[in-house]
């Protein structure tokens, strides 16, 4: 199926690792010019080399900033140029309880997990307005419909994404751009593999019965009953980027594996 993405100009935020990693290397295999984006150059470099051997004729090119702040966005816009699709990806998690949440916490979930979205998508979309071709994604959560009470800070900011990205789609009206996000389930990525294995360590048990339990009694309305892996993420957003996708516009689109109860 040819989705029409060869030679489309992709920014994918966060994009060194994980989920942001296997959404890099979708868009390479359609022959994207693909834009690496991490914090550090080292990250990004390895990320490269890691795209290059997984897809050798991909076009994978650099850009190191942190999104999180206004320098390193406005260091990427000069850098890059306009982009014809956006992925706001980049963010993080952090269990904690409720009552340990610091002021700084707050901010620091919010500008990494909502501003850059949020920044970025002001940046590029108006240029995707003015071409009538675009396509901007925010990788959201179930967690936004899900607040999880052992990270409430994460469940805000997954939320926040879902408002940004319903309201910015509203200024498309008529055009060929759309905005979506999509709301992945717990997912298998590196961050959440360290988190599973420490809760094994603590417990005694071994990673994959870790990760069982973690489902059963964390997300009992699971249907699936298993973590995504971060490759079944990214084939959702590589489709919802795409040409066949283009009827799909101010959606927040499940990918879930069932945990939302919902119809």
Request: proline share 3%.
């Amino acid at each position: 199926m040819d989705l029409g993405l060869k030679d489309k100009k992709v920014l994918i935020t966060g994009s060194s690792k994980g989920i942001g990693f296997k959404i890099a290397e979708g868009f390479g295999r359609e022959g994207s010019v693909v834009y690496v984006n991490g914090r550090t150059e080292e990250a990004v470099d390895q990320a490269i080399k890691g795209l290059k051997q997984s897809v050798p004729k991909g076009t994978f090119l650099e850009a190191v900033g942190n999104v999180s702040t206004e320098e390193g966005i406005s260091h990427l816009q000069a850098k890059i140029g306009e982009v014809d699709v956006l992925i706001n990806n980049a963010g993080f998690f952090e269990p904690k309880s409720f009552f340990e949440i610091t002021r700084e916490d707050w901010t620091q979930i919010y500008e990494t997990n909502v501003l850059s979205g949020a920044r970025l998508t002001q940046i590029y979309l108006k240029g995707m307005i003015k071409r009538n071709w675009g396509r901007v994604i925010f990788i959201s959560s179930e967690s936004a419909i899900n607040i999880p009470v052992e990270m409430v800070h994460y469940g805000m900011s997954k939320t926040a994404q879902l408002s940004i990205a319903r309201g910015s789609a509203e200024l498309c009206k008529g055009t060929n751009v759309t905005v979506n996000s999509i709301l992945p389930g717990p997912t298998l990525s590196e961050g959440v593999e360290q988190f599973i294995h420490s809760l094994a360590v603590n417990s005694g048990k071994s990673d994959k019965d870790m990760a069982n339990d973690f489902i059963r009694e964390n997300r009992p309305s699971s249907i699936n009953q298993r973590f995504a892996k971060p490759e079944e993420i990214a084939d959702v957003v590589v489709f919802l980027a795409s040409e066949k996708a283009s009827m799909i516009n101010g959606s927040a689109v499940r990918v879930d594996g069932g945990v939302i109860k919902s119809i």
